[in-house]
Every structure is written in structure tokens, then in C-alpha cells.
């Protein structure tokens, strides 16, 4: 299964973590350093695949955001390159040509749409359309505009 | 505590109830994006707009003073409020600050109604909660109202969270709670009715495989079973029928039958890979159908490979070959069918010179573990050339690191010098992330097969010369310790240390390798003037005063020994001790050798120098120490066996890694050099004794011609047990040390061992052995010796003790000749040939004619005769390369004078070899055993 995700941009800025088993904050913020800088000083047009520790690493960029995914040692790195690519396509469709800018003001739905897709460190529903139908469903559930809008900002 | 399924199985069982119980919308409703927190979009742009760091932190600081205020206020906050605070925390935090509130408020919006302000407060839980804290009970309240209020989204966004933060505890407190839902849930009355209610998880996910309707469902369904099944592979063994069935269905599906499941012209290849990796805890099906099922969806997969690709986008490539990666693993798993391994082979050999680098990197990979199976390592080890080709092609370390794991995995005794070749020239340029792996990797190589140990010598001592700062201590206690063990290499690696010892600029640890070295085997490079005692003394001391602490302290050890080894360079060393530098240096280590070697050398006598500097005794040969590290290094799993025994069938190789500590030295070191191997499975040991451990009627005598000219080193060594022997001779009798080494870390019961002596001597163990031998530990035995009339037969040593439960039994021939009763004879010319004319009746004279089995070397025949226990005559020979030696076999009836003389022939690489002694039977066993030596 998948260990942990973490989304960062090139100036080693994190966006997201995702963190599939539990795992002591101490570690964690090692973690998140040793992949930046492992991953943001690989050259252009080099694998996207690293060893680390007894960890498989899968990274991909896409425009400024590196995408870097943590596997275990059983599992297939040229599918898990399709997993980031399929949670970009997610993201794509959910805000419509996606970027850096839409993951940071709207974190919390990043995260909504990879608990879609994702779940436990293993793939929860490969097929695009259901994801997006899921994704569109809980939308519906939120209240609307005029009724925050109402309400103070701070 | 512990009766519930595991984290991992409770999180893939909501995985499956997650796809079960969510039930999609028809109609497509009108997206609305994002709730609006304009609050939360305000400080985020507010944060952006910082324009330094301390700007940042100031935002931060007023924006958690004013949440906080807004939490402990008086006013009851509304639910939106709550809300937009808890998630501007979690922003906060998210740029890396700790927050140390709010989590009270996070866990309230847990029971609000409203669907946001839930989600937020489960969101805020599972990225920032941890699975200790106090509040857990609350979190597991609210997540217990969820899922059993019957409202389908209520019930999804708590088994996330508790996937989410996927804890021990919290997989315990829903340990019951949700197999109860998932077999109760509508996705079973949709399936299939259930009668096996005992065994629910696992009826469920195997009628979910076998009759599951849509793909999603039936891929968490997978990843369960083969979670379950590496538990208990047996609850599950219908699985693998099922699972070929479902993967045979999607391997000859047209695409269009699979709909939203394929992903850029590819069928499912989440579910294929998952079906692959469930087949992968299994053998290979006994079933011929079925396994003639799965044979032909492999080759079917194998045969895709070579179709044109129906996109030219990477997402189709990476799909299509992911499943075929998995198929070579289950091929590989298998290791049963030679010709799809020869395929699987085939393949990976394409993906070799493939233009996309992650396929090369990919094949490399996968090759590693082809290797290791008996059916292909022929056919990798073909692809040798392309390998080393990548190695200094690739311009990816990654890639490169991974073409050096398969060399290591491909290397046998068949390639392994041009591996290692290829692999100390890489390291002159490899990046300095990988180098110490590299070195460690040659080193075990080297070790492994090295059958020329002269090969292994230069090769440890090039690694030094490229990459000295990453050879560590194990790599170069290592070499030392074989050195010590085989006394066929000693000569020379005492000349080629010399030799590299006298580059201007050599590495430390050259240095020490050198200082060691020497000071044990010095003198058998000392007949030569260029390394002459003085020569090699000066050669080393001038290194002193560049080298740290440690390493001088090891020269100083080598000093103290030199003065043991050559008498006539006692004044010089003894001067250098005495010098104010030496004596009164600031370092207490130092100091004190410098002190108590000078006293040593002033007050012992020659005798006591010599016992005291005895050349040390054999190492115990355990696993050896670098692969140990090397295996730290990679973890276990990454290290490809290379063991010679290769994987059989479904090969589950074990390596025992259990690190002992080092037994008690067998005698004190002076050099302080504890090379603490560990103990343990021996993948290496082997270099020592190739066999392993015979049947109880055969006498192990494979050890016995090395103790001819040499008292010490290890008799014996298999898996469990190492028998190190030391002794000494005085006239008749002699003493004989034994020391048995348990490898294992577990105990020997009532281990016993016993000698049968042939007539002629008389054998005396001094006291029994105690019955139990602890994991790791060493004991010792005492054997008295005399010897009553010349022999031929040698004692046995019979060794029995229970390890786990069997009765093993050893026995071993005991390296007792009659050579060890010699006393050295001196005598000049003239006596020599008279007593020689004297003893030149036919019968007193043996003669023996043989090729040289060893490189001819002066100085290593000098100190063989002199191990074989004659005195070593000079000058007596009219021609100068003959050898001629004298001495006299102490037996109680009677004593035996010997003559002996060695003529080399260097051009036809033979020797002639002649006894005369008194006694006929004499002459011809001293013939015997030393015709063995050359």
C-alpha cells in the first residue's frame, strides 16, 4: 500500500501531506524535508523512481507542483505514477484547469476529492466518473452561498 | 487488546464498505465551488501577501491570539463560525506551525448536522489528531453516532476518519462495529444470499470477487483478501481460482466491455495488478487447468508487449507495461515455468536499452530478482554487457544504482572479476551518495569468490587507494581477519602492503591495514634488503606523525611486535618509544602503550616476548561483518541473495539476522582490533569451508594440510559451528588449545567432545566441556598430547550436541603429525653432509617429485619449512635456491634424527623434495605431509 503523499512546490513549499499510516510528527517533519530535497534537486528527465529507506518513491511534476508518493517495497511504480496523474485529472475536472493557486486556497477540498479516491494507503474507485459523481454529490450537500454570505467574515 | 483485525485489515475492510455503501447520485446536480469561508480565503491571501518570514509569523501570531479569544469567549460560537476557525488552524498548521488549541472545538462540530461543518471537523481530526490524545473517546463517540445514524454520508466521512488516522486503537474500538455494517449493508443482499454467518469477512470478499459487479468494488475486495491472505494463506486459498478467473475475463476483454474501468485503452490494470499481487502470496496452482488458465493469461499479457501501442500517450505505456511488471513478478514468484521465466527474461532485456528511463530503471529492478532464480540467472547473466554498459552510460544515479544492485545480484564465480573490475573503475567517478555501498559491495564480492586470495588482496587494497574515505572499519578488519585465517596469502600481502605503503600519499587506512599487517607478517618479506626490518620500520614510521590517534596507537602495537619479530631493530624502535613525544604524549592511550611497551621490551625476556607477540590466533569466523552492515544498510528485502544455493521453488530464502555479541577473544589483542562480527545465518562464511556439515560417519579432513606448517587457525566451520584450534609443542608433548564457537543464537544441549587416539599417542582431555554452549558464546578445551612412537594415523575429535531438537554429530580429524614433535637441529655444512652420507641406505631415504601448487615464492617456503618444525640451514646447499634443513622427532621410545632437502625448479614449476632419516617410516610420512605444502 501507499505509505504517504505529500504535494510541494519547487521552492520546497509543502501543500499537502497525506499520511496513510500513523506516524509521529517528529517523523513526519523529517520526512517532508528529506523529500524535498531529495526530489527537487533530481535533474530534468530523470526516472521518477527513488529508493529510500526501504520505501519505493514515485514523484512526478506537473507545472510548479511536484507530486511525490511513497510505496512500499511490493508495490508497482509505473501504476502508482498513473495514481498521481488519475488525482490530477481529478483535481482538473473538480476546478477546472487546476493550479497551485486553487490547491491553496482550497486545501480542504484537496482533500476531500483524495478521500475520494484514495483511502487507507490503497486505491478506493478507479473509475473517473464515480469519483467526480461522489465529489459533485457532497458539494450538493453543502449549504449554499447566500446563506454563508449572510454570516460575518470575521 | 489484539482480537480485532489489524489497522491495515480494518482500514481495506471500510475500503470495501466505502465503495459498498456509497451510493452514487443519477442526476448531475449544479456544482457550487467552495462554501464561501471568505474569512479563510481573506487570511490565506493575507499570508501570501507576507513578504518575509517574520511577517509571516506576525500574521500568524495575531490570527491564532484572535481565534483563540473567539474560542474561550463568553458568546456561544454558531456552528460556521466554529468551523472557520477550526479551518483557518488547520491552514496554520499546514504551514508547518504547531497548534496547541482548537482540537475541543474541532471534535464538537463532530455532532453538528450540517455536512460541512462535519466534514471540517473530521478533516481537522484526521490530519491533526494523533492517536494518544486525550480526546480520543469523544472522537470515537461521535464517529459511533455517525455510523449508526442510518444517514449514508454521515456514515462515509466517519469510516474515513477512521481510516484516516487508521490507529491500533481506534481499528480496536471498531473492531466489532464494522464487519457487522459491511455484512449487514445492502451490498450483500445485492450479491448473493449469505449462509456461512461464522466466518462473515470472509465469505463476503470472496463472493464479492467472484460475483462483483462493478470493478471499484471488486479491486478493495482484492486488496483485502491478499491482506488477509498473507495472514492466513489457507482461510483464502479459493481465492487464487477466483482471482484467475477474474483476471483471465479482463486480459481477453475487448476494452469497451470494462467501460469507465479502462484507463487510456488499457483493461483494468488497477484490478489486473491487485489480482497479480494476490496470486503472488500463493504457489503456483496445483490444478493443471487452472494453472494452464493462468499460464495463458500471462503469455497472453507477455504477448501485449509486443503489440503496437493503441496511444501514444505515457498514460497508456505506463498502464499497459505496470501490468506487465506485475506478471514478470508472479512469473518470478512462481519460478516454476522455465520458459516464461526465459520470456519474462527476454522482456526485461528489451525494456533494458528502452529509451524511457523509467522502464530501464524498472527492468534493471526487476532482473535483480531474476537473478536469484536457478531457471534464469543463466539468461541475466547474458545481459552482463548492457548492464555495465548502463553503468557508465546512464546519467541518472538512480539508474546507475540500480545497474550496480544487478551486477551484485548476477556475480558467481564465473564473472565475478570482471564485475568487480567494472565496479572499483565506476567508483572512481560514482557520486558520493553511493559510494560507501559500492565499496561494501565489492568487498563481499571479492570475499565471496575470491579462489585466488591474492586477487582479494589487491582488490580490498585498491578499494583503499579510490575510496579510502568510504571504506569503513568493518571493510578493512575484515580483510585483516582473512589474512590472519589463511596463511597462503600472508606472504603476499605482506609484500604488496609494503609495496603500496610506498606511494608519498596513502590513506589512513592503508595505513593501518599496513601497520597491522606487517607487524603480524613482516617477517616473511624480511629476507629481502629492500624490505629489509629497518626498511619496513622507517616505512612505517614515517606515516606516524599524518595519521589520528587510533591509527597510531595500532602503529605503535606494530612497533612492539617488530621488536618481537626482528631482534636487530629492538635499539631503534625501543628509541623511538623513549622519545618525548611518545612518552609523555597528551593523549592517555598513547601514553600508555608507549610506556608499557618500552618496560615490555626492556624487561621480558625473549621467551616471554614471544608468547606474549605471538602472531595472533584465527579469527572465529562468523557472518561476515560488512555484509552484516550492508544489510542494514538496504534493508533486508533490497539485498539481493547471492548466495550460491539459488532460490528453489517459490524460494523463500530466510536470513536469520539475530546480532549476537562477540564471543571472548581468543587471546588478548593487542592491536585493540575487535572486529565484532556478528553472528547469524552465514552468507559469506562459506569462504571457509564450502561444505557443510558431513554425516556423522565421515571424518571432516578437508582443514587438515593447512596445520602441517602451522599450529593455529579454524579446524572447522559449518552453519552452526566454528572449532578454532591453538597449540604448542615441546619435544614428546604438545597442548592443544580447542575453542568451539556456537554461531547460532540459540543454545547447544548437552554438547559433548571426545578424542580417538591411535596407539601411539596418548590423548588427554584436562576437563570436560560444559554440557550447554550458549548462543554465541565460545568455550574452550584443553588437550594434553604425548607422543610414544612414531605415527601416521591422527587423532579424531568427535563432536555431539543437540541443536533445536536434532542430534548433530561431527567429526573431525585432528591436525596431529608427527612433524610437531621436531626439534630444530642447527648444524654447519660439513656436519650436514656427513650425516647425510650416513643416512644413505635405501630405506632411510624418501623422495618425492611435484608440481608447485602455489606461486613459488622464496620467502613463503622459508617459513613453511620453518613451520614444519626444521631448522632452516643456510649457506649449506651449494646451490643457493635449494633448502636444506635439520632436526630431530622427539618420540618416548625414541628419538629420530632428519635431514631434509627442497630443490625448486622455477622454470617447470616443480620440486624436488628429499627425507633421509633414520627410520623408514619416518622419512616417508614426513615426505607425505610435506609434499602437501608446496
Redesign the interface.
Known amino acids: 500500500g501507499m505509505r504517504f503523499l505529500l504535494l510541494f512546490s519547487r521552492q520546497g513549499r509543502l501543500r499537502l501531506q497525506k499520511w496513510f499510516t500513523p506516524t509521529p510528527e517528529r517523523e513526519k517533519k523529517k520526512i517532508i524535508r528529506d523529500m524535498t530535497t531529495m526530489v527537487l534537486a533530481r535533474k530534468p528527465r530523470s526516472c521518477n523512481f527513488l529508493h529510500w529507506r526501504d520505501l519505493k518513491i514515485v514523484y512526478k511534476r506537473y507545472a510548479s507542483l511536484y507530486f511525490c508518493l511513497a510505496l512500499e517495497d511490493q508495490d508497482n511504480e509505473l501504476l502508482a505514477l498513473e495514481i498521481l496523474h488519475r488525482y490530477v485529472e481529478l483535481l482538473d475536472k473538480y476546478f477546472g484547469n487546476v493550479c497551485e493557486l486553487d490547491i491553496i486556497f482550497n486545501f480542504e477540498k484537496a482533500y476531500f476529492i483524495l478521500d475520494e479516491f484514495l483511502m487507507g494507503g490503497e486505491i478506493q474507485e478507479t473509475s473517473k466518473q464515480i469519483v467526480n459523481r461522489s465529489i459533485e454529490a457532497s458539494d450538493m450537500l453543502q449549504e449554499t452561498m447566500e446563506e454563508y454570505m449572510s454570516k460575518p467574515a470575521f | 487488546m489484539g482480537r480485532g483485525p489489524s ?2 485489515t480494518q ?2 475492510l ?2 470495501l464498505l ?2 459498498a455503501a ?1 451510493a ?2 443519477d442526476k ?2 449544479a ?9 479563510l ?2 487570511f ?1 491571501s493575507d499570508i ?1 501577501n507576507c513578504k518575509s518570514k517574520e511577517a509571516e509569523i506576525k500574521r500568524i501570531n495575531k490570527e491564532l491570539a ?1 481565534i483563540r479569544s473567539k474560542f474561550k469567549g463568553d458568546k456561544a460560537l ?1 456552528g ?2 466554529k468551523k472557520k476557525y477550526v ?1 483557518k488552524l ?2 496554520i498548521f ?1 504551514l ?1 506551525h504547531d497548534i496547541d488549541f482548537g482540537h475541543m472545538e474541532a471534535v464538537n462540530l463532530l455532532s453538528s448536522n ?3 461543518e462535519k ?2 471537523g473530521y ?1 481537522f481530526i484526521s ?1 491533526l489528531v ?2 494518544n490524545s486525550d480526546l480520543i473517546r469523544l472522537i470515537n463517540n461521535g464517529i459511533k453516532n455517525d455510523l449508526t445514524s442510518r444517514n449514508p ?1 454521515f456514515m462515509n466521512l466517519a469510516l ?1 476518519c477512521i ?5 491500533r486503537e481506534m481499528a480496536e474500538a471498531f473492531a466489532a462495529e464494522i464487519p457487522r455494517i459491511l455484512v449487514a449493508g445492502s451490498v450483500i443482499q445485492l450479491l448473493a444470499p449469505l449462509s456461512a454467518a461464522d466466518q462473515p469477512i470472509r465469505a463476503v470478499v470472496l463472493v464479492v470477487l467472484h460475483h462483483g459487479q462493478r ?2 468494488v471488486v ?2 475486495a482484492t ?1 483485502l483478501i491478499t491482506t488477509l491472505a498473507q495472514k492466513s494463506p489457507d482461510d483464502f486459498k479459493t481465492s487464487v481460482s477466483l482471482a484467475v478467473a477474474r483476471l483471465s475475463r479482463i486480459v481477453t476483454s475487448a476494452s469497451i466491455d470494462l467501460q ?2 479502462t ?1 487510456y485503452f488499457v483493461a ?4 489486473s ?1 491487485k489480482l497479480l ?1 494476490l496470486l ?1 502470496c500463493y504457489p503456483p496452482p496445483e490444478d493443471a487447468a487452472l494453472r494452464g488458465r493462468l499460464t495463458e493469461c500471462l503469455e497472453t499479457i507477455l504477448n501485449k508487449a509486443q503489440e503496437p501501442p493503441k496511444s501514444k500517450k505515457v ?1 497508456h505505456s ?2 499497459k ?2 501490468v506487465l ?2 506478471a514478470i513478478s508472479l512469473i518470478i514468484h512462481h519460478d516454476s515455468e522455465p520458459t516464461l521465466l526465459v520470456r519474462a527474461c527476454n522482456q526485461l532485456g528489451q525494456f533494458l536499452q528502452h529509451r524511457e ?2 522502464l ?3 527492468a534493471l529492478e526487476s532482473m535483480c530478482t531474476l537473478a536469484s532464480s536457478e531457471f534464469s540467472h543463466e539468461a541475466v547473466k547474458t545481459h552482463i554487457e548492457t548492464v555495465i554498459n548502463a553503468l557508465k552510460t546512464e ?2 544515479v ?2 546507475r ?1 540500480r545497474a550496480v544492485d544487478l551486477l551484485y545480484a548476477m556475480c558467481d564465480r564465473s564473472n565475478a572479476k570482471q564485475i568487480v573490475a567494472e565496479m572499483l573503475s565506476y567508483l572512481e567517478t560514482a557520486d558520493y551518495s553511493i559510494r560507501e555501498e559500492i565499496v561494501l559491495k565489492v568487498a563481499i564480492l571479492a570475499e565471496k569468490y575470491a579462489v585466488d586470495y591474492t586477487w582479494y588482496v589487491d582488490t580490498i587494497l585498491n578499494l583503499i587507494r579510490i575510496a579510502g574515505d568510504y571504506v569503513s572499519d568493518e571493510v578493512w578488519y575484515r580483510v585483516i581477519q582473512i589474512v590472519i585465517n589463511r596463511d597462503d596469502v600472508q606472504g603476499y600481502a605482506a609484500k604488496t602492503v609494503f609495496e603500496a605503503l610506498q606511494a608519498p600519499a596513502c590513506h589512513e587506512n592503508l595505513v593501518k591495514v599496513g601497520g597491522y599487517i606487517l607487524g603480524e607478517f613482516g617477517n616473511l618479506i624480511a629476507g629481502d634488503s629492500r624490505s629489509s626490518p629497518l626498511v619496513q620500520f622507517n616505512l612505517l614510521h614515517s606515516k606516524f606523525h599524518l595519521c589520528s590517534v587510533p591509527t597510531r596507537a595500532l602503529l605503535l602495537s606494530a612497533y612492539i611486535k617488530f621488536i618481537n619479530l626482528f631482534p636487530e631493530v629492538k635499539a631503534t624502535i625501543q628509541e623511538v618509544l623513549r622519545s618525548d613525544s611518545q612518552l609523555r604524549n597528551a593523549d592517555v592511550e598513547l601514553q600508555q602503550r608507549a610506556v608499557e611497551y618500552l618496560r615490555l621490551s626492556c624487561i621480558a625476556s625473549t621467551d616471554i616476548l614471544a608468547t606474549v607477540l605471538e602472531e595472533m590466533p584465527p579469527f572465529p569466523e562468523r557472518e561476515s561483518s560488512i555484509l552484516a552492515k550492508l544489510k542494514r544498510k538496504k ?1 533486508p ?2 539485498l539481493p541473495d547471492i548466495d550460491d544455493t539459488r532460490r528453489s521453488v517459490n524460494g523463500n530464502t530466510e536470513h536469520n539476522n539475530n546480532n549476537t555479541e562477540t564471543t571472548a577473544k581468543v587471546s588478548s589483542d593487542l592491536l585493540a582490533l575487535s572486529p565484532a562480527p556478528s553472528a547469524g545465518a552465514s552468507l559469506l562464511v562459506d569462504v571457509f569451508s564450502e561444505s557443510s556439515a558431513p554425516a556423522a560417519a565421515d571424518v571432516y579432513e578437508d582443514n587438515f594440510a593447512r596445520f602441517v606448517c602451522k599450529n593455529n587457525g579454524v579446524l572447522y566451520e559449518n552453519q552452526l559451528l566454528q572449532i578454532g584450534l591453538k597449540s604448542e609443542y615441546r619435544q614428546n608433548l604438545g597442548r592443544m588449545y580447542v575453542f568451539y564457537g556456537n554461531k547460532t543464537s540459540t543454545q547447544f544441549l548437552s554438547f559433548t567432545a571426545s578424542v580417538g587416539s591411535p596407539d601411539p599417542l596418548n590423548t588427554h582431555i584436562l576437563h570436560p566441556v560444559d554440557p550447554t554452549v550458549d548462543g554465541g558464546a565460545q568455550v574452550q578445551q584443553i588437550l594434553n598430547i604425548e607422543c610414544l612412537s612414531d605415527f601416521t594415523e591422527a587423532p579424531v575429535l568427535n563432536i555431539q550436541f543437540r541443536y533445536g531438537g536434532t542430534l548433530q554429530s561431527i567429526a573431525v580429524k585432528l591436525p596431529i603429525m608427527l612433524n610437531k614433535f621436531f626439534q630444530p637441529t642447527e648444524m654447519m655444512s660439513q656436519d650436514f653432509f656427513q650425516r647425510w652420507k650416513q643416512l644413505g641406505a635405501p630405506q632411510q631415504e624418501v623422495q618425492k617429485i611435484f608440481k608447485a601448487k602455489h606461486p613459488m615464492d622464496t620467502e613463503v617456503t622459508k617459513a613453511k619449512i620453518i613451520g614444519f618444525g626444521a631448522a632452516l640451514l643456510d649457506g649449506v646447499d651449494p646451490n643457493p635456491a635449494n633448502f636444506v634443513g635439520a632436526g630431530v622427532i622427539h618420540t618416548k621410545s625414541t628419538q629420530v634424527g632428519c635431514l631434509l632437502r627442497l630443490e625448486p625448479n622455477t622454470q617447470a614449476q616443480m620440486y624436488r623434495l628429499t627425507l633421509r632419516t633414520s627410520r623408514d617410516s619416518v622419512s616417508q610420512r614426513l615426505c607425505d605431509l610435506l609434499s602437501e605444502q608446496f
Not at chain 2, 163 to 167: D, H, I, K, P, Y
Open positions: 489497522p491495515l482500514r481495506l471500510l475500503l466505502r465503495r456509497s452514487a447520485p448531475m446536480p456544482v457550487s465551488k467552495g462554501d464561501g469561508m471568505r474569512g480565503a481573506v490565506i501570501r484572535n454558531d460556521y463560525s479551518c488547520l491552514f499546514l508547518g450540517k455536512y460541512t466534514q471540517i478533516l490530519v494523533n492517536s454520508t474515513h481510516a484516516n488516522v487508521g490507529s470493478e471499484g479491486t478493495a486488496s469507465d474501468y484507463y483494468a490494470p488497477w484490478l495488478v499481487r503472488q498514460q505506463n498502464a507495461n505496470a511488471f506485475e528511463t523509467n530501464r530503471y524498472l546519467r541518472d538512480s539508474v544504482q534493508g528485502g533490497n
